[in-house]
């Protein structure tokens, strides 16, 4: 795609990469329901360019770019390699400042709920998913140290996650640390166009997450493990913090990608009958498509093939509540694709989908490893 005077050097580097191919119309979930170009990621492209290169940017062109996923299944399905990701947060950050008051506020309001343990913990109490199920596994001594990272709304409302991690890794050798709840891995603050306050974030995090001198850092959400995998393409060289990002981002696994290689016979499985929707920061996002389901294989599960497997189940961070709409008929459509095995549970990776997927919806949702951690309640 021709571009003319964007200052923007990423930007103008991403977007003549696009050809017009088209392929990416396929597979675009709000391309898929509203038909319309202008929410398809080539006509965002088209729309993002003509910002950067006229400064013009109407309020039509933020509801079609507000409409956008992130779902990042367009660049798994591009030819051409288009960062589009990250193009989109270039052009979110352009035309931020072009919203009305309202929107910001609203924004704002958001974003700090979330990240905000002191405001989104009581919150958490009466929206909370599952509670800790069994007792603490101790890790036998001189067990090796790893880095768990906690989340900042998933201790709040599904604390038996981490919890069936830790119990899994010092089963298999492993002494967790859980990383404190305030330290949010900037994701909420990205994606709302809030950099600023993204990359404070992403630098004392830095700084914490090296103090602890472990070989691995490990996250159970895919939403998280995206972004602080991110974080080696956050700083420029030169950057005090260009080699720590680096670090940081080479540790970091999710948690199948850890497990993938480990022993993994002698943990007590539950036995269900289940259907797997994989999130899209794991399949797209990650590029650890099919992983979760292999193991899940190995282990002795079954679960169904999933129609349209590939798209977004409407979560995706924050969009849930801006785009409720949207985000509504795509949960649909997917809940009604991964029932139709008849399954008796549903399992994720990802604390968003899961609770996203359970809201208004009989048949149990957990996260994938909490199979692996059967304990009485």
Not at 72 to 88: A, F, N
Not at 124 to 149: D, E, F, M, N, Q
């Amino acid at each position: 795609m021709q571009t003319h005077q964007i200052a923007n050097f990423k930007a103008n580097e991403i977007i003549r990469k696009c050809v017009h191919c088209g392929f990416c119309l396929a597979t675009c979930p709000t391309y898929q329901l509203l038909g319309s170009e202008l929410d398809s990621p080539r006509g965002r492209i088209y729309l993002i360019k003509s910002s950067l290169e006229k400064n013009d940017f109407s309020q039509e062109s933020i509801k079609h770019l507000d409409r956008c996923l992130t779902c990042r299944s367009c660049e798994t399905t591009c030819p051409s390699g288009v960062e589009y990701g990250k193009l989109v947060d270039i052009g979110r950050e352009f035309v931020e400042q072009k919203r009305p008051v309202w929107q910001k506020f609203m924004r704002y309001s958001v974003r700090k709920l979330l990240t905000t343990p002191l405001l989104f913990n009581p919150i958490g109490l009466v929206t909370k998913h599952s509670g800790k199920r069994g007792k603490a596994v101790i890790p036998s001594v001189g067990s090796k140290k790893v880095l768990l990272l906690g989340g900042c709304v998933q201790p709040a409302l599904a604390p038996n996650i981490n919890h069936s991690i830790k119990n899994i890794l010092a089963k298999l050798g492993y002494d967790a640390i859980e990383t404190p709840q305030k330290q949010c891995c900037g994701a909420v603050d990205q994606h709302l166009s809030a950099e600023h306050d993204a990359m404070l974030k992403i630098k004392a995090n830095i700084d914490a997450w090296l103090a602890y001198d472990v070989d691995s850092i490990i996250s159970s959400a895919s939403g998280c493990g995206l972004m602080v995998k991110d974080y080696a393409s956050m700083f420029k060289a030169g950057d005090e913090y260009y080699q720590k990002a680096q670090i940081i981002s080479g540790k970091t696994q999710d948690i199948a990608e850890f497990l993938v290689d480990k022993d993994l016979s002698k943990l007590n499985l539950e036995k269900a009958n289940i259907s797997y929707h994989e999130p899209c920061t794991l399949q797209h996002g990650q590029k650890l498509a099919g992983l979760v389901n292999s193991i899940l294989q190995q282990l002795g599960y079954t679960p169904a093939p999933v129609k349209d497997s590939h798209l977004c189940c409407g979560s995706a961070g924050t969009y849930s509540i801006f785009q409720p709409e949207l985000s509504k008929q795509l949960k649909v459509n997917k809940l009604n694709n991964l029932l139709a095995s008849t399954p008796e549970m549903i399992v994720t990776a990802n604390i968003g989908c899961l609770m996203h997927l359970q809201k208004d919806n009989k048949i149990p949702v957990k996260h994938w490893v909490e199979l692996l951690d059967n304990q009485p309640n």
